[in-house]
């Protein structure tokens, strides 16, 4: 069974400060991607990044990082230098690789309400 | 390219009239995912659709909800009749092959039925 797992349900810091959203997942299969999607309080849903189970790279992307890691089935994302408009929920999801590109469904995880404060 | 385009943005509806949601998916996309996210419950899928034909209904409540996809740009989500607990946020979103399984959403259907 796939299973996302976010522990922190809410978290509040001041603006510049850095913030680690963890993210922990189960899984039976060797192949999965994890992803991260924001939503802000207008309410969609928004792409963030895709990583899948061959590559632990880690990567960043401006004030964002992502910290994969299959020893402990986490991917942990990081803001740093938040800002006030950092302020959503971000969700993180897993879903399975099927073969042949039919695409299995996304396990969502509760979400981690993040509030930056000026 | 245009997104996820979904409507209405907002109902409000009495409970028992039907509610139809409607989502035009990205141009291309030929997978189609509705979810349904609640306080209690998160976001949960209902069904996916798979070059317009449904794959997995297990999320899919009860009978009174249905889907469809007539064509590849078009599905509905119907609910009949609806109930106080179907309030939610109803989300379609696409995907296509060679994405690695990015899945883009709409900017969700808000429904309340009161």
């Known amino acids: 069974a796939q299973k996302v797992t976010q522990a922190q349900t809410e978290i509040s810091v001041v603006e510049k400060e850095d913030v680690t959203l963890d993210c922990v997942y189960e899984?039976?299969?060797?192949?999965?991607?994890l992803f991260w999607y924001k939503q802000p309080p207008s309410g969609e849903l928004v792409f963030l990044i895709r990583?899948?189970?061959?590559?632990?790279q880690n990567e960043i992307s401006g004030r964002y990082s992502w910290n994969f890691q299959k020893s402990t089935s986490s991917f942990n994302f990081t803001i740093t230098a938040s800002q006030v408009v950092d302020s959503a929920v971000y969700f993180c999801?897993?879903?399975?690789?099927?073969?042949?590109?039919?695409?299995?469904?996304?396990?969502f995880g509760r979400g981690t309400q993040l509030t930056v404060w000026p | 390219d245009a997104g996820v385009i979904q409507s209405p943005r907002h109902e409000v509806t009495e409970m028992g009239q039907e509610v139809t949601l409607r989502c035009k998916p990205i141009s291309g996309h030929n997978s189609l995912f509705w979810y349904r996210q609640t306080m209690m419950r998160g976001l949960e899928l209902l069904i996916y659709f798979n070059n317009n034909v449904p794959i997995d209904d297990s999320g899919m409540p009860e009978d009174r909800f249905s889907a469809k996809m007539p064509n590849a740009s078009f599905s509905t989500l119907k609910i009949q009749p609806s109930e106080p607990r179907d309030s939610a946020v109803y989300f379609c979103?696409?995907?296509?092959?060679?994405?690695?399984?990015?899945?883009?959403f709409g900017e969700g259907s808000w429904l309340t039925v009161v």
């Open positions: 899984t039976r299969d060797t192949t999965y991607y």
């Open positions: 979103a696409s995907s296509r092959p060679g994405t690695a399984h990015t899945i883009y």
């Open positions: 999801a897993l879903t399975q690789a099927d073969r042949g590109s039919t695409l299995g469904r996304l396990y």
């Open positions: 990583r899948n189970s061959f590559d632990e």
